[in-house]
Each structure stands twice: as C-alpha cells, then as structure tokens.
C-alpha cells in the first residue's frame, strides 16, 4: 500500500518562484518515490503546481476540496480521486484520517492552522504520524521562533519539539519519513503550582 502524504500549502499565485521550484521538487520526489500525494484539491498556487508535478511523473494524487471552494470552479480536475466535503472541518479530518505523513510547506492562515491542528492532535494522542515543518527560503524561521517562546514561558513542555521535525530541504524531509519512529506520548498537562 502506497503511503499518504499529505502536503498543507499555499493557494496564493503570487507568491516567489523560489517556492514553485521547491514545490516541482517535491511532487517529482513523491512520484518517483512512490508516495500518493494528498492534498486540499484546489487548482491554484502551490497546491495546483505540486500536484501537477505528481501528475506529470505518473504519480497518484487524491484532492479533498469544500463544497464552498468548489462553487468558486477552483476544484483540481487532473486528480485520480476527488472528495467534495460539506465544510472546511469535514476537509480536514479527511485529509487527517486518510494521511501517512503530513508535511507543511509555506502558506497563509489556512496552511498555519492546518499544520496547528496535526500538532494539537498529536499532542493529544490522536495519531502518532510524521510531521515536517518543510523551511523553503527561511519561511518558517520566526514560527521556529515562536515556539522556542511557548517554551521557554512554559505554555508547551520542551518534550513537544519531538511532535514535528522542521527541515530545509526534500531530501533531508524524505530521510526523516524513511527513518520515522514513533514518538512516547508525552502528558500534556503541566502540574499546577498554588
């Protein structure tokens, strides 16, 4: 059985070139490796350009899109499988319940809280699957950043840096997935001080 990977990403198609080229990069590796791509099945910005990519390897792709974005006709239809959702939250616990791997790479608001959301759920135990933070062109520093400071002001326990693994480069991202062990849940809860 194939694995799953599903990719969070930019709609945008206007954003630099730098991240279309990272993009090529990725569904051409996913093809050839023999990974599904799952993905938000819109036809636009990096998510219509990485599975254009796969598909142009001969990979095999699966789009899982709202309704909403499907009546603004910017479904993908060179996909081997498309699933229309009735909302958003539908969308993600598809792509959630159906994925081997998550891997994030740059976007806005929705690829922010998409990555958010497969942390909290493993946090909490809900799944134990690899998740990779992929820093094209320095994206992600100051997200990186910013958790440094959920840690050190204590809002997240240090253990939790092992629930996502933020990487550079394909290659080093494919090392990881390819090497993966499954992590020991860690107790969320800090013991509280009166």
């Known amino acids: ?3 799953k990977i599903c990719v969070f ?4 198609d206007v954003i630099d070139s730098v991240y279309y080229k990272a993009v090529r990069e990725l569904g051409t590796y996913i093809s050839v490796s023999g990974y599904t791509l799952l993905f938000g099945g819109a036809n636009v910005g990096l998510m219509k350009h990485l599975n254009e990519t796969v598909k142009e390897n001969n990979g095999y792709s699966i789009g899982v899109i709202p309704q909403k974005i499907v009546d603004n006709n910017l479904a993908c239809t060179n996909v081997d499988e498309l ?3 009735p909302d958003m939250h539908t969308r993600k616990a598809k792509l959630e319940s159906l994925a081997d791997v998550f891997i994030t790479l740059p976007g806005g608001f929705g690829t922010l809280e998409e990555l958010s959301e497969v942390i909290t759920l493993k946090q909490l135990g809900y799944h134990n699957k690899p998740i990779i933070i992929l820093n094209i ?3 992600y520093e100051k997200l990186s950043e910013f958790y440094e400071e959920l840690y050190s002001q204590k809002f997240a326990k240090e253990d939790y840096r092992k629930l996502y693994y933020i990487s550079d480069s394909i290659k080093d ?3 990881y997935i390819e090497n993966y062990k ?8 800090y013991a509280a001080k009166i």
């Open 137 to 139: 062109n320095n994206f």
């Open 83 to 85: 699933t229309v959702t």
């Open 182 to 189: 499954e992590e020991s849940p860690v107790n969320k809860w």
């Open 1 to 3: 059985m194939k694995k």
């Open 9 to 12: 990403c930019s709609s945008s």
């Open 173 to 175: 991202t494919f090392r």
